[in-house]
T-cell receptor, first 110, second 113 residues
């Protein structure tokens, strides 16, 4: 059974600092890995999708890396802003099912 | 539609009543999923549809829970004889089968009194 772990569980940084969020998974036989953002009381917004054959994906200030062999992914958010405050979820897809980590709750202080 | 649509957004019901939650996926998406998110908990997989078939319903917590999908589109999750522990946000996602991206709706928040 795929187990997904996210560290840290919570993070508080001053505005402008770079954010580093970690995700690890136990079974490297994955199709892809997806990072989501969830605001309080809302659904999940897809941020980045990395296919199993890729090493990284970038979108604006966001960059996600994938090391499938070691079962790790890292989400980098450059020059954080208060609007980046949210919970970030990592999910891995094996065959058809998406398995989620518990998330990292980020607070960016103005 | 432009995104995954779920209704109702909020539902308050009394213990023992039946509820139906609806999901309207993105047009053309053959894969549809239901997940549950309880307060302070992670996302729990409930059921997966490919077209109208449900090859994996292993996450349904009990036989009070059922789901169907018709026309390869809209899906309904039904909870019979609701219990207080059923209170949660029920999230629906759709995507293209295989290695495609999944898109989630805003969820249906269920409160059982």
């Amino acid at each position: 059974k795929q187990e997904v772990t996210q560290i840290p569980a919570a993070l508080s940084v001053p505005e402008g600092e770079n954010l580093v969020l970690n995700c690890s998974f136990t079974d490297s036989a994955i199709y892809n890995l997806q990072w989501f953002r969830q605001d309080p009381g809302k659904g999940l917004t897809s941020l980045l999708l990395i296919q199993s054959s890729q090493r990284e994906q970038t979108s604006g200030r966001l960059n996600a890396s994938l090391d499938k062999s070691s079962g790790r992914s890292t989400l980098y958010i450059a020059a954080s802003q208060p609007g980046d405050s949210a919970t970030y979820l990592c999910a891995v897809k094996d065959d058809y099912k998406l398995s989620f980590g518990a998330g990292t709750t980020v607070t960016v202080r103005a | 539609g432009a995104g995954v649509s779920q209704s109702p957004s909020n539902k308050v019901t009394e213990k023992g009543k039946d509820v139906e939650l609806r999901c309207d996926p993105i047009s053309g998406h053959t894969a549809l999923y239901w997940y549950r998110q309880s307060l302070g908990q992670g996302l729990e997989f409930l059921i997966y549809f490919q077209g109208n078939s449900a090859p994996d319903k292993s996450g349904l917590p009990s036989d009070r829970f059922s789901a169907e999908r018709t026309g390869g589109s809209v899906s309904t999750l039904t909870i019979q004889r609701t219990q207080q522990e059923d209170s949660a946000v029920y999230l629906c996602a759709s995507g293209v089968a295989g290695s495609g991206e999944l898109f989630f709706g805003e969820g249906s928040r269920l409160t059982v009194l």
